[in-house]
């Protein structure tokens, strides 16, 4: 049981390229987050998943897009990236609706992600 | 707009200290406030609160949310070096976090 996997760890891009993050988790959970955290700003919620096929818009979603096409897996993608993507991307995931207080979520270990 | 702020940004104390972080909130349609601990990488869990004046523990830390005042607090006693990290609070509707505080647990 690994829990929850993210690819790569570290990744420099330019600005202008493109690219996806993938998460993975093997707990067969519902719920899929993605987040991002930068110095001072905690974190903040990008996109989420409540279920296989559907995903939703967070509190940042500019820039950033994503697709659940497997329950396990919750990708997200950057279309033409920017400095101000530069970041620690975490996922997560849960089994229910973390939102109902009925459930909390597990992280993965993060992607440091620089854009020139 | 929703938001969550922590206090203090950073502390600085020595093993043995007592500490208590602080997490005010103020969201539309609350629902629970989360503790979480970060260390060198992911978050891990620590507490979930959703009734006032409850308080949560485990081991040496421990938590109580005040709905009133739209707070929660983050106690830890004897402080070793190994609970150098971020705490984290997240008031529960869309997960929206607070910026965290740094604690350094100085031997």
């Known amino acids: 049981n690994a829990g929850v996997t993210q690819t790569p760890k570290f990744r420099v891009l330019k600005t202008g390229q493109s690219m996806t993050l993938l998460c993975a988790q093997d707990?067969?959970?519902?719920?899929m987050y993605w987040y991002r955290q930068d110095p001072g700003m905690g974190l903040r919620l990008i996109h989420y998943?409540?279920?296989?096929?559907?995903?939703a818009k967070g509190e940042v979603p500019d820039g950033y897009n994503v697709s659940r096409l497997k329950k396990q897996n919750f990708l997200l993608g950057l279309e033409s990236a920017a400095p101000s993507q530069t970041s620690v991307y975490f996922c997560?995931?849960?089994?229910?609706?973390?939102?109902?207080?009925?459930?909390?979520?597990?992280f993965g270990p993060g992607t440091r992600l620089t854009v020139l | 707009e929703d938001k969550v702020v922590q206090s203090p940004l950073s502390l600085v104390v020595h093993e043995g200290d007592t500490v208590t972080l602080n997490c005010s909130y103020e969201?539309?349609?609350?629902?629970?406030l989360l503790w979480y601990k970060q260390e060198k990488k992911a978050p891990t869990f620590l507490f979930m609160l959703?009734?006032?004046?409850i308080e949560k523990k485990s081991g040496r830390l421990s938590s109580i949310l005040d709905k009133k005042e739209l707070s929660s607090i983050l106690n830890i006693t004897a402080t070793q070096t190994g609970d150098s990290a971020i705490y984290l609070c997240?008031?529960?509707?869309?997960?929206?976090f607070g910026a965290g505080t740094r604690l350094t647990v100085k031997p």
């Open positions: 997560a995931s849960s089994y229910g609706v973390a939102s109902r207080g009925t459930d909390t979520q597990y």
């Open positions: 969201v539309t349609n609350f629902r629970s």
């Open positions: 997240a008031v529960l509707k869309d997960m929206r």
């Open positions: 959703t009734s006032s004046g």
């Open positions: 707990m067969n959970h519902e719920y």
């Open positions: 998943s409540v279920g296989e096929g559907t995903t």
